[in-house]
């Protein structure tokens, strides 16, 4: 089945150490997105690709930054995690920007 | 600033009622609407979608319905089902579908048997 991966489920990190979540696709979709979603809030929108054109969106702290290097793969990288990075860290896609997005099952992130 | 406001954080529907969700955005710019679902541990999966030409839009159990003077919309869910225990997020976009999504907080709704 076409699908949306996120790996791992599960990150503990700590306070400061970079990590990096991963993401893939199998839908060849054009664009990639990464969300933020703490507890009891709104997924937050942290960037997305469009192909290869990156798009920042203006509030995204310094610290989170994306690679893709090919359709199928885009990674999230926090160079220094604080506790306040703590959240579900969800990947979606579409084909175009905007409606039809497609989820993973998200990563939960742990700063310790 | 919260663009679009889920302002229940939760619904509890008898098996075989209706459960209307509600949601209120705030950008007038906003044309195209979206229900996502979300059971534990997994990811939203799409659900419904209405574009501001009309003014409901149906699918099974499932209808939403859109008052844009009002800038509200609404999903029944009827009859509901303990299989639609869920999160249920709002979400919208402005520029047709080809545009960033922007969500609200979700409500959890509760079908008992």
């Known amino acids: 089945d076409a699908m949306v991966i996120q790996n791992p489920r599960y990150q503990v990190t700590q306070f400061g150490k970079p990590v990096t979540l991963s993401c893939s696709q199998t839908l060849n979709h054009n664009v990639m997105y990464w969300y933020q979603q703490k507890s009891s809030q709104a997924p937050k929108l942290l960037f997305h690709y469009y192909d290869k054109d990156f798009n920042n969106e203006a509030d995204t702290p310094d610290n989170f930054q994306s690679r893709r290097p090919n359709t199928s793969f885009c990674f999230l990288d926090i160079r220094s995690p604080g506790l306040g990075d703590a959240a579900m860290y969800l990947c979606?896609?579409?084909?175009?920007?905007?409606?039809?997005?497609?989820f993973g099952s998200g990563t939960r992130l742990t700063v310790v | 600033d919260q663009q679009v406001k889920q302002n229940s954080p939760s619904l509890s529907v008898q098996e075989g009622r209706i459960s209307i969700l509600n949601c209120d955005y705030t950008?007038?710019?906003?044309?195209?609407f979206l229900w996502y679902k979300k059971y534990p541990a997994e990811g939203p999966t799409f659900l419904i979608s209405i574009s501001s030409i009309k003014d409901k839009n149906e699918d099974g159990r499932f209808t939403v319905f859109l008052n844009k003077s009002a800038k509200h919309l609404s999903l029944h869910i009827v009859p509901s089902q303990p299989g639609d225990s869920a999160v249920y997020f709002c979400a919208a976009s402005a520029a047709g579908a080809n545009s960033k999504l922007t969500f609200g907080k979700g409500i959890t709704l509760s079908v008992r048997p």
């Open positions: 950008n007038s710019m906003f044309d195209y």
């Open positions: 979606a896609t579409s084909r175009d920007v905007g409606g039809g997005y497609t």
